[in-house]
């Protein structure tokens, strides 16, 4: 039996962490193959993937949003406002 005092499992009961390992490493494992289960069914893994290889559209603002003042050239009279 190896001894773990050097790790800090000084106090620990190997038939103990055997027993709980009996029950533990099933029921994680079981939780784990019903979760990939179900990202399978919904192809969240595909969904990820494809976003992270796709190019993103430019988010598209008008100036108000972005802070840009119009400034407007005197000499350039629209044709609505004429007269």
Known sequence: MPIFDSFGFGG???????????????FYSGVA???????????????IASSLRSEREPEVFGPEEAGVEWIRDPKEDPAHESR
């Open 33 to 47: 193959y019903s979760v990939g289960a179900i990202l399978r069914k919904y192809k969240v893994t595909d969904r």
């Open 12 to 26: 620990s009961d190997p038939v103990r962490v055997a027993a709980q390992m009996t029950v533990v490493v099933p």
